[in-house]
């Protein structure tokens, strides 16, 4: 099919407007079904055991008490799961991570699961299940985990990327490295360097809704799985291949999501309902508790960077380096890779190096969260990229304009800009009057850049025509904050008709093609690009109609605003006619009206944005308040400006979040010590204030609209922004997020101490 | 372990369960009623998703045992509309986009109902104080906080 | 497991007293519950107290408050004499947890789960609260911090019930004031407290004070010598600072995963200071 995903330029009705979102009444009147609000006949409630130890060989497991207690339909251990990936690594650290098969590797690994007819008969059989661990010594910490004499987690492991193998296994899986030029020969031309070191710890997603599924599997080989899931086509691919059954067998359904930012992006309890239902031979409700959320699901990397930044006395950045560490959980991951294409993105250099270095520590296996391993590199770089303008004297934002990359600029992660919008927003927060509004004693400004790539990838959507002349549009891609109301905008724009006339459904795995899951940015990018290509399809069918109704060649029929015109003086006298009039007749003219698009969405565009912030500290306490927020990015084009504001809100908060109170805090013994919201400190609503946002719109070239992702990016600049505010406000610099008040009195107190 | 037969009223109507001793009246909402409107977000009393209004008082129903409700007054998300017409708050919160995801929305609403009965004419501080037993992690509150602005206003006019 | 809602509190007494395995009370149940959900308790048997007579009433007595032990936190914020007598009680105990939970929570409860960052705790204490224990062998009122005796425990005998909580009248010019550290702004459990009550009289000097810190020690901590450091003095910058220092030296705390012992010493100085300048202003000293 031709598809032109070029910009056009046109002007729009539909798109760009702020209509009240399909799927919004049930959500206000509590009738939307989101994981845990489905249930079947006959369901039995499955619970997972969990191993208490960060790193334990499991010598032997008794289900056999268990297995005897009344109402207990089904036990399983890695064994009812046995290995079927057939080679393919990343697959068996899955299986590994979903039900442990020779070791516990973290605090909250599975090691069994149960399936009973009531959870607490489900809690009991937990109980009568016996474990036989042998406990190792444990690594929680990422510097740590690197040093010689940490314990191996994986002793099949040497890292990879190096010149030559290593002799000796170790928990570093992976080294990368990106850049250009000579650093060395660069800071030898510079007339101020900055070196620093910071670290940042691990955060989780923080998603409201806990993972849920239910899980049937009948006898016929043939499975229905209701899940809470970013990506169910994924899921499916997953599940299937871990319990050998053919992929279209298993139907997903995904739910409406309360929340995933990236932690719903992987299995974890899945294949275990599945598995315990197969057993059981009934459906398997299975909800995980927060604490096992916190405890099992996939947190963000810790990280530990060290920055050098080198620049000449009038501005000039000569060269830039940074080494980072990103903790990956006991299975190899590429945050650090990640970390290190992103870290100084935002800038033209003519000099830069990043390595990467990939860890294994006995945490959860580390899962993606909204951009992920940017916001640590940036936060580290920002900091550094401030510190040395204030030592050359030169306005932070001016600094920044001076050396931000722009199209035509060699990326330092390696591919070449086109037209970007890193520039634009620093320009736009040098005119805000938030740069210009005094601040009080104890108050700091700080501001930052940030940088995400954004995915496009594999995509497939449906739009059907009824014969009443409103539209059905399926799409594949999880709608995670409104992107039915902006693909239902899009349709309608293309389509030429009224958005009320739409309605956008999440299809299951059984009623549409393949699609990527929603990450990367990529729900509205690629799903709109699809159903314009979809729409288009769909007005070419409603051409050929028209030119069967008015017996008209097609090549005469044209369509504009919701109607087929016929072109040429011949047809003068013909009438327009419009969607509602083709599709009634569409049972005589041919049947069903409908445009389908299968589709791999290249070219997101990459996505910057630059974020101001003002914070209070209180120099008795390091107590931090954010007083006044506010975001500038480059939207591309914004399909639904309401939605595009919400994700730029939504990112900043949770940056404010992990800049400030959020981490993972373990033990000495490797355990969790703060496995639920109390303690892991998500911000409320009278931590924040207002989140000002101003939307740029610098369009994609590779997206007929000019869309670019705009998920991500919002919580990259964060970290940094208020690092840098809080540095200014308390006059030390802060190098390790978060910057808890303990951390920042600690600050003040040796500062002044000197 | 023996039931206990609990009358209750939840949202007007005259509603009759068993339930076990210890189970929270969250469960008895969800899985007993098909109440899923208010949802488990946490299960300890953090996350405010599953606000109920019991006998004029905003609780968390996780923290409430089923037992208690024994001629009680509940009221929940689902009762806030009144046939097909929406609570201003509902209206409000579609119409300022106060919801992504929409799982913590309920409590939310719940929680916003109770705090405009109590302070029909709130601040922007004592908005953000009167719903900060409420989790959001999409939005950042800013667009929640100006949908309950706006509903005050419509209230007070109503 | 058994729920049972008695009418008197000889009956709660009773059922207590009688039961053969572990038995709850339960009031707010913002503390039992999640300790439920979590797997620390698993009470055979519990005795729901809201439904005794007089127990879910603030009442005002000859010498000052009564208030019940099933008395939601949210319900003393709402109670205009207490909240004029005792500003500082009445702001501790509806700091606890959120809305949500303050609708539910009681001080006794927060008393009885004896953690040593309960929020009403160091307040009561500064305000010189006292519990009436009801037990089989009758009624005894005691010192509130007499209560906790360590995290988790508290000093009351099998069978015994506190009924309520009783504060006193304040004395003219005088007023009590309660402050804690928490990194967020709601919903946190104290990293560490401080509540202070003073009387001045007309020349605005302290003739009377108590200082008691929370989340310092493994109980609420009563420092006296803090108390006399403010005592026969205005509240100058050289008695704060004294107050501050004394307060951080009485502490005994831990290093967890809510703060430092060095942040919680410290702070612990910087609350003591606020709380008795804030009280001080109540009090109507200038």
Redesign the interface.
Known sequence: MNFDPRFSGRKFASVGTRPIRPDGVDKVTGRARYGADFNMAGQLVGRVLRSPHAHAIIRKIDTSKAEALSGVKAVITAADLPDLTDGDAAMYDILDNCMARTKALYDGHAVAAVAAIDARTARQALKLIEVDYEVLPHVTDVDEAMAHHAPLINDTIFTEGLEQKPAKASNVTKRSQFGHGDVHQGFGAADFIVERSFKTEQTHQGYIEPHACVANVSTDGTADLWVCTQGHFVYRQHCAQLLGMEASKLRVTSSEIGGGFGGKTHVWAEPVALALSRKAGRPVKLVMTRDEVFRASGPTSATSIDVKIGARKDGTITAAEATLRYSAGPYAGSWAEIGAMTAFACYKLDNVKTVGYEVLVNRPKTAAYRAPSAPMAAFAVESAVDELAKEIGIDPVEFRIRNAAQEGTRSSYGPVYGPIGIGPTLEAVKNHAHMKAPLKANQGRGMACGFWFNFGGQTCVDLNIGMDGSVSLAVGTVDVGGSRASLSLVAAEELGIDYTQLKAVVADTSSLGYNDMTDGSRGTFSSSMATISAARNAIKILRERAAQMWDISVDDVVWEQGHAVAKGEKHGNLGKLSLKEIAAKSGTTGGPIAGHSELVADGAGVSFATHICDVEVDPETGSTRVIRYTVVQDAGKAVHPTYVEGQYQGGAAQGIGWALNEEYIYGKDGRLQNAGFLDYRIPVCSDLPMIDTQILEIPNPNHPYGVRGVGETSIVPPLAAIANAVSNAAGVRMTHIPMSPPRILAAIEAEREG | MAGVAVSTTINGDAVEYLCQPDEPLLDVLRDRLGLTGAKEGCGTGDCGACSIILDDRLVCSCLVLGAEAEGRRIETVEGMAHGDRLHPLQQKFLEHAALQCGICTPGFLIAAKDLLAKNPDPTEEEIRFGLAGNLCRCTGYDKIVRAVQDAAIVMKGA | ???I?PLSIEDAVGQLAGSAGPAAI?A???DL??R????FVE?EL?I?I?GITGLSEIRATADGFSIGAAV?C?VLGENAALKKAWPGVVEAAKLI?????Q??CTIVGNLCNASPAADSVPALVAAGARAVVVGPSGKRTIAVETVPTAPGRTSLAKGEIIEAILLGSQAPRSADAYLR?I???????A?VSAGVNLTLDEAGVVTAARVAIGAAAPTVLLVEEAAEALIGRKLDEAALERLAKICSGACRPID?????I??RR??AG?LARRAAQTAYARAGGK
């Open positions: 497991m058994r729920y809602r339960l707010g149940g913002s519950l999640v439920m959900k979590g797997g009470p519990i729901d809201k939601p949210a947890g959120s809305k949500q939970v609708g539910r550290f990194p967020r702004t709601e919903m946190d459990i990293v967890d995963k809510r703060g430092t060095e942040f410290k702070v910087v």
